[in-house]
Each structure stands twice: as C-alpha cells, then as structure tokens.
T-cell receptor
Framework: SQQGEEDPQALSIQEGENATMNCSYK?????LQWYRQNSGRGLVHLIL?????REKHSGRLRVTLDTSKKSSSLLITASRAADTASYFC??????????FGKGTRLSVIA | EAGVAQSPRYKIIEKRQSVAFWCNPI?????LYWYQQILGQGPKLLIQ????????DSQLPKDRFSAERLKGVDSTLKIQPAKLEDSAVYLC?????????????FGEGSWLTVV
C-alpha cells in the first residue's frame, strides 16, 4: 500500500508564481523525500528531510515537515516552465523501503 | 558518473507472451530496486536486492514475475505470461546501500504495453 498521499492531484500556475504541494502520511517515519518525474522519464531526487527536522531549503525548494500532523509540504518559488512535472513524496521508516504517493502533476504556464 | 541503465525502453507484447527487462545500476551501488509504475500512479516496489540477495519481494506477483541479480551487479526482471494489467513502466533504481535516508537513483524506465 502507498503511505504518502499528495494534494492536490493536479496544479496549474503561471510562470513566476509559487507552487505548494502537500503530502500526508499515516505511520511514523524516519525521513521523507521528494522526487520529481518529467514526462516519460525516471524519478529524480529533490530533497530529503529527517523526522527531527522541521524545514529544509535547496535552491528554490523549501520543504517543511510536521510530524505531529504527519504532513509535509513542498514549496517551489518563482516557478518556471521547466518545473512542469509530477512530484512525489516518499516516506522511509525503519528498515522498510521507500513508499511513494500518487504524486501531484504540476503545470507551469509560460 | 553513469546513471542507472535500463533496456529496452519500450516493448509491446501480446497477452500471455513473455518479456524481460535488464538493468545495470550505478557502479558500486549495493542495493537495487525494481518498481512498477502504472499510468497516473506512484511507483510501487516489486523487489529489492542487497548485493545478490533478496531483501523484500512481498509485492512481487511470483506466479508470473521473477527477478534475479547475478553477481550482485546487473539485474533482470521477467514477466511470464503477461496480462493486460501489467502494462506499466518498470523502473529500476539503485542506492549505495540499504540505509534509512539513502537517496534512490532511478533509470529512465522500460515502458511495457500488453495488448
């Protein structure tokens, strides 16, 4: 079963706007990762946040984690057409492999 | 550094036929994964190897799917006989080791259409 659930399922914004995607999960985790998948390609790792961290930045990406609410958010600032892709959260716990959600499809319109 | 290589990229077969996918992970990566991704969904783990041993194959439909990783490097995933619902992208991935928090590196995937 898939633990992470992304919200919204699809998001369409104008270039230059910020995009926010959310991920909720059900059980305790050690870390949460975000991946991007361009159409017809494999997944690419974006950022990892550990369960004892609350916020992490990488370039135009900002990830937050609220373990009390079992949720995470991915913010992409000043979006570009090249950010158009599907974004997946994946949760890691114990010795179990990463479990991926169904993803958010982001469309950035130039 | 070369990434995860997969072949073939695309395959169309009829139901009840067989198909095999090949994966070459990043050099030195001990852990290898096969994921199945159905259109519009996230990847679902089929099998995970640590070197040439199976760590997790709980979601592998063993009546039709098989996978091996000879010598702890390359891996093949076989489907025999294929069903219509097997139409999906089969993603191979690798990581340096199976440690919590390791980044997983994905290949471009093998797209399977069963008609």
């Amino acid at each position: 079963s898939q633990q992470g659930e992304e919200d919204p399922q699809a998001l369409s914004i104008q270039e230059g706007e910020n995009a926010t995607m959310n991920c909720s999960y059900k059980t305790s985790i050690n870390n949460l990762q975000w991946y991007r998948q361009n159409s017809g390609r494999g997944l690419v790792h974006l950022i990892l946040i550990r369960s004892n961290e609350r916020e992490k930045h990488s370039g135009r990406l900002r990830v937050t984690l609220d373990t009390s609410k079992k949720s995470s958010s991915l913010l992409i600032t000043a979006s570009r057409a090249a950010d158009t892709a599907s974004y997946f959260c994946a949760t890691g716990s114990g010795n179990t492999p990463l479990v991926f959600g169904k993803g958010t499809r982001l469309s950035v319109i130039a | 550094e070369a990434g995860v290589a997969q072949s073939p990229r695309y395959k169309i077969i009829e139901k009840r036929q067989s198909v095999a996918f090949w994966c070459n992970p990043i050099s030195g990566h001990a852990t290898l994964y096969w994921y199945q991704q159905i259109l519009g969904q996230g990847p679902k783990l089929l099998i995970q190897f640590q070197n040439n041993g199976v760590v997790d194959d709980s979601q592998l439909p063993k009546d039709r799917f098989s996978a091996e990783r000879l010598k702890g490097v390359d891996s093949t995933l076989k489907i025999q006989p294929a069903k219509l619902e097997d139409s999906a992208v089969y993603l191979c991935a690798s990581s340096p080791s199976f440690a919590v928090g390791n980044t997983i590196y994905f290949g471009e995937g093998s797209w399977l259409t069963v008609v």
